[in-house]
């Protein structure tokens, strides 16, 4: 016989809590959000131990009445949500589940004073146990105070990650929530150490203090102007790119979202105009009528349903290739093929994807170039190239008949991994000292990150120093990628180190590193190729390891057999 009987409130409370708060970050967003909701101007967040041991949100808002204290910490009590308001939300809070999550599941401090309160009062939630109200000295405003978290929920303590990855997620939320609210001043610490300290300011300011005033100089400005929906903020040219996706930023009336429909959008629009494994930046705040959009969709906010996805999706794409594609865009990023003039054509068409963004130009370049005179066979495994094509793939034919198709960036990739690696194993990598070195404008966590890792770069022939507050200084790279762009390759080892955060061992830090080194000195797709530099790569292919396949595990080589071709065509057995 079954026998149903009812959870205790605590028991209640703990399972919303893994609900609404499932990692430090999490916590982090919420508390900030109280404080953006009481209108502070300025917040100062700390965390310690990747926010598992301690987070401290400290804001000059509106504050807490000492009465309503407990109240605050009550499941379902709120300030910001009248019963029959939930499809007019303007705040970024409305469940009045925060708080209580929190205590639930950590030791939360709520100290708070309001601007007619002649002292301010302090609550205490430990587990779900709350506290009496006592009077306490503290300035005006809220201050919040989490410490343990999970330690009450120890099934959801497992599902952390290292700290290392827990404070890069703290460290994300906060440059949203950041992004999001330029006027407002915010300062972030981690361990005691400053990562940021921004006065209130504009967006553009805003976002070179997070991504570094270098790439923050070529970004692109997007504005729709008043419409249903408004989209406005930056975004890179396809030519900046960086190795993680960290650098985008999406708000939607005002709150910071890590929605997958938007984010996809985002990288739709730029798929045909940046390698694979790239992801670009940009900073786009979104907005419509709040009846548009509903936001009690997710326990944590962060996704969204739109009353009409489709159009807001077709806006989004179309409003950041527009962009890409402007002719003052195209002079910033002169590197990019796709909105250059076309040469007169073969009549070949393009393909049909970059027809689409290569608006204003009626010719399309040829999609392929064949080599001439074309050899019959050739001797070698991947045989002799015939053409290139879309610049990006060699074509060539194999002795055996068989067809054979190569990405000219994973290949090459690929062969500079391999000889960054046999460099390493055998003498060491090789410097190219620069002429003059090179100060590269990065944001102080990266600054922190690269000189950490100083020593372990030298000997993967990068050699780096300190340069002042806001910059590091390059004086050598290693001599295989002679010809890379140092700035943007100390950029992405940045992110590469802030992915493999201090958890993960040393070698598979390292390597990571060499990997993305590789990318740098790469032929890039897009690049025309001569018949000799097609050859060439084809035989270093041949005599390379492990080159039927890029760093990341993709294939650099496709082969399609004589067989297999008359197969296709129902010609076998004819
Ligand atoms: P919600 O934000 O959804 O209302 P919370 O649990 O996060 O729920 O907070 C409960 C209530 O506590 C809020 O509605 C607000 O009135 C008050 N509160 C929380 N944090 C702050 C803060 N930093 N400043 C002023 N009031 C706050
Ligand atoms: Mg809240």
């Not at 967040?45 to 990747?50: D, F, H, P």
């Not at 006065?199 to 400005?221: F, K, M, N, V, Y």
């Not at 929906?229 to 999406?250: K, V």
Request: aromatic share 4%; charged share 20%; net charge neutral.
């Amino acid at each position: 016989m079954t026998i149903i009987t009812r959870l205790t409130q605590e028991t209640i409370n703990r399972i919303a809590a893994g609900e609404v708060i499932e990692r430090p970050a999490a916590a982090v967003k919420e508390l900030v959000e109280n404080a953006l909701d009481a209108d502070a101007t300025r917040i100062d967040i700390a965390i310690e131990g990747g926010g598992i041991a301690r987070i401290a949100v400290i804001d000059n808002g509106s504050g807490i009445a000492q009465a309503q204290l407990p109240l605050a910490i009550e499941r379902h009590a709120t300030s910001k949500l009248r019963d029959d308001a939930l499809i007019h939300i303007t705040t970024l809070g409305f469940r009045g589940e925060a708080l209580p999550s929190i205590g639930a599941a950590a030791r939360l401090t709520l100290t708070s004073r309001p601007a007619q309160q002649d002292s301010a009062a302090r609550i205490t939630v430990e587990g779900g146990v709350i506290s009496r109200v006592s009077p306490i000295a503290a300035p005006f405003g809220t201050s919040a105070e989490v410490t343990d978290l999970f330690f009450a929920t120890p099934a959801r303590r497992k599902f952390l990650r290292s700290i290392g990855a827990e404070t890069a997620a703290c460290s994300d939320i906060v440059r949203d929530l950041a992004l999001a609210a330029p006027a407002v001043g915010f300062a972030f610490r981690v361990d005691g150490k400053t990562q940021f300290d921004l006065p209130p300011q504009d967006r553009r300011a805003r976002l070179a203090a997070l991504i570094g005033h270098d790439d923050a100089a070529q970004l692109i400005p997007i504005d729709t102007g008043e419409s249903p929906l408004t989209i406005t903020g930056f975004i890179g040219p396809a030519s900046l790119t960086r190795a993680a996706a960290r650098h985008n930023h999406i708000t939607v009336n005002g709150r910071p979202v890590r929605d997958p429909m938007l984010r996809m959008a985002v990288r739709l629009a730029y798929r045909e105009v940046i390698p694979p494994g790239r992801h670009p930046i940009a900073a786009l705040w979104l907005n419509l009528a709040h009846d548009q959009l509903d936001v009690n969709v997710h326990p944590a906010k962060s996704e969204l349903r739109f009353a009409e996805a489709d159009a807001v999706r077709s806006a989004l794409i179309r409003t950041i290739r527009a962009a890409l594609a402007s002719p003052a865009t195209s002079q910033a990023a002169p590197s990019l093929r796709y909105y250059q003039p076309a040469r007169p054509s073969m009549a070949l068409q393009r393909g049909f994807a970059e027809r689409e963004i290569a608006t204003g130009f009626d010719l399309p370049a040829p999609a392929l170039r064949p080599i001439t005179p074309s050899p019959d066979s050739s001797p070698y495994p991947l045989g002799a190239p015939i053409a290139q094509i879309f610049d990006t793939y060699i074509l060539a034919l194999a002795a055996d008949d068989t067809l054979i198709l190569v990405d000219q960036h994973a290949a090459h990739e690929r062969l500079t991994e391999e000889r960054l690696r046999r460099e390493r194993d055998q003498s060491g990598i090789a410097r190219h000292a620069l002429l003059s070195p090179i100060p590269v404008d990065l944001p102080a966590p990266d600054i922190d990150r690269l000189l950490a890792a100083a020593p372990d770069l030298a000997q993967l022939g990068l050699d780096l120093e300190s340069f002042g507050p806001g910059a590091v200084l390059v004086r050598a790279i290693p001599a295989a990628l002679d010809r890379a762009n140092p700035a943007a390759l100390i950029r992405d080892i940045a992110d590469s180190l802030a992915d493999h955060g201090s958890a993960v061992a040393l070698t598979a830090r390292l390597d990571a590193v060499l990997i993305r080194m590789a990318c740098h000195r790469s032929i890039r797709a897009g690049r025309r190729l001569t018949a000799e530099e097609m050859s060439a790569l084809l035989r270093a292919m041949e005599a390379t390891p492990r080159a039927q396949t890029c760093p990341h595990g993709r294939p650099t080589v496709l082969r399609l057999s004589r067989d297999a071709l008359e197969r296709m065509f129902g010609r076998a057995g004819l």
